[in-house]
């Protein structure tokens, strides 16, 4: 019997790494990873640990300003994952070996005073560059509305798209249709490929804090609970518009975040379908040979779990609050990034 991430993997989930440092690339590309993702903070912490001075320091002989520098390394780290799983995009036709590059989230800094539609704007021009001249990159946009409104043009310019930053089912369809509406004007949809990362351990989080009277039998079963139901949803959509390349949903922020509780609490019961981007942490606890994981994606909970979850929970307000922390979560690593850079110089 398979244990360990094998069993994750012959349960039918993917795993992608959530980090592009290079050696975690190639230590969880040898446990069977075949992709990866990368964020602002990933960045910011690599760059922290003062192993690519050396290349700060050409950058910096060469002039470039910090924040020239900072997107330059974060290219360099993510072409090298891309290297490392693109065996992995060319035996499975495009359907895996991706690794995701995230644009730039000061776009929706409100410091920065942008109108929505120069949000908009600024995803598509920065989208197309960075994608430009890849074979396995995705490219991150978060599910604000600005980024929203930027998919369909994206998609319709044949970017492959990681739509981050989802909560919640209605996210999720907005972000889908916008693709899907984008993917229809391309000439042929052959090589049309798109996922959806739905975070899962920051609504739990949220739930303890704003929600703390459900019963013990909900309690803890929000964020399972949802990213399930958005999963049902996705096999549903695309069941009836059929493409070449699968498009999937992401189990992202999988790492657990209350004390005590199972680290493979996620990984289990999101076990046995499309794509988790569990942390290095996660990974090596879900690899203990005492741990057999099996398909649970489908597997919902009872229905009066179900209904007491849609009677006491608002999704609108969750998907409020946990967009605003979420945005404010990827600004601050930027400018926190750019000071590294600066520091460096």
Avoid at 325 to 343: I, R
Wanted: charged share 25%; with cysteine.
């Amino acid at each position: 019997m398979t244990r360990g991430l094998a069993s994750l993997v012959a349960s039918g989930t993917k795993l992608w790494l959530d980090s592009v440092d290079p050696d975690l690339v190639l230590e969880a590309r040898a446990a069977g990873a075949t992709g990866a993702t990368s964020n602002p903070v990933i960045i910011s912490d690599l760059i922290k640990t003062g192993r690519f001075d050396g290349r700060i320091t050409r950058l910096i002989a060469a002039r470039d300003d910090d924040d020239t520098i900072a997107w330059l390394l974060a290219d360099d780290l993510v072409r090298g994952a891309e290297a490392v799983f693109h065996d992995v995009w060319q035996s499975s036709g495009g359907n895996d070996g991706w690794v995701s590059f995230e644009l730039d989230p000061l776009i929706e800094d409100p410091q920065r005073g942008l109108s929505e539609d120069d949000r908009v704007a600024r995803y598509v021009e920065l989208g197309t560059r960075w994608s430009s001249g890849h074979t396995n990159r995705m490219i991150k946009v978060p599910a604000t509305p600005a980024g929203i409104r930027a998919l369909e043009p994206l998609a319709a310019a044949g970017v492959p798209l990681n739509v981050t930053l989802i909560f919640t089912r209605g996210q999720y369809e907005r972000a889908r249709d916008a693709v899907w509406r984008g993917a229809a004007r391309r000439p042929s949809l052959t090589s049309f490929k798109s996922v959806y990362s739905v975070f899962v351990s920051r609504i739990d989080v949220y739930v303890e804090r704003h929600v703390p009277n459900l019963s013990p039998a909900a309690r803890g079963m929000v964020a399972i609970a949802n990213a399930k139901r958005i999963w049902l949803a996705n096999q549903d959509f695309w069941r009836a518009h059929p493409t070449p390349l699968a498009q999937e949903i992401v189990f992202a922020s999988t790492g657990v975040k209350q004390p005590g509780v199972d680290p493979c609490l996620y990984v289990a019961a999101l076990a046995g379908a499309d794509i988790q981007t569990n942390p290095p942490a996660t990974n090596r606890a879900a690899d203990d040979p005492s741990r057999t994981f099996t398909r649970e994606v489908d597997r919902l909970p009872p229905p009066a779990v179900l209904s007491e979850l849609d009677a006491e929970v608002d999704m609108d307000r969750l998907e409020e609050v946990l967009m605003a922390e979420g945005v404010e979560k990827f600004v601050a690593p930027q400018k926190a990034l750019l000071a590294v850079v600066a520091g460096r110089r």
